[in-house]
């Protein structure tokens, strides 16, 4: 992986504590996988790890903002929250961290996180697959093995992610599978 400079910065405790609450609350920690297709370069299936928090109070992002502004500055957009053109819109901020920073803030997080602790156990795993592969880009071939273990480090993070109807076929066709 190519020499990417990353000044890790260790954060106040109290500070990293109140970020653990906003990401269990309103974040989301989840890997997405590309796969190679006739439009873009990829030789392999590309894999992104995000932590990603979402919210329409902009306070909320001033805070992170200054707390963490040596990341990511936050970004906002106009989505509706009932239907398309509807009147009824907000603006919604985002503020997304990956590639170095993910893994140097989930690992500052991991003691005070609760709902997504084993998500951010996860992300730091797949962070590290990047360590063992040589090269790097579209296209680099990846070893079939690191390809394996990112994408069973994927899926468990999708189960963890699922919600509702979605968890319950998940785990009912796990039952199916185990007899």
Known sequence: MPDIPYKKIAYDPLILAYLAGIVDGEGSICIYRVNPANYNRYQNPSFRGVLNISNTKKELFDWIE????????????????????????????????????????????????????????????FRKTFELQKGYGAHTPLNPDIIALREDIR???????????LKADIEHFNSFQTN
């Not at 961290?97 to 500052?108: A, K, N, S």
């Not at 899926?155 to 109807?165: D, I, P, R």
């Open 66 to 125: 200054k707390h963490f502004s040596n990341l990511n500055k936050s970004k906002k957009h106009r989505r509706s929250i009932f239907k398309k053109n509807s009147t009824h819109e907000r603006w919604i901020y985002e503020w997304v961290v990956q590639g170095h920073r993910v893994i140097d803030i989930c690992t500052q997080l991991l003691p005070y996180l609760v709902i997504k602790k084993r998500q951010a156990e996860l992300m730091i795993e």
């Open 155 to 165: 899926v468990e993070m999708s189960h963890l992610n699922a919600k509702g109807f």
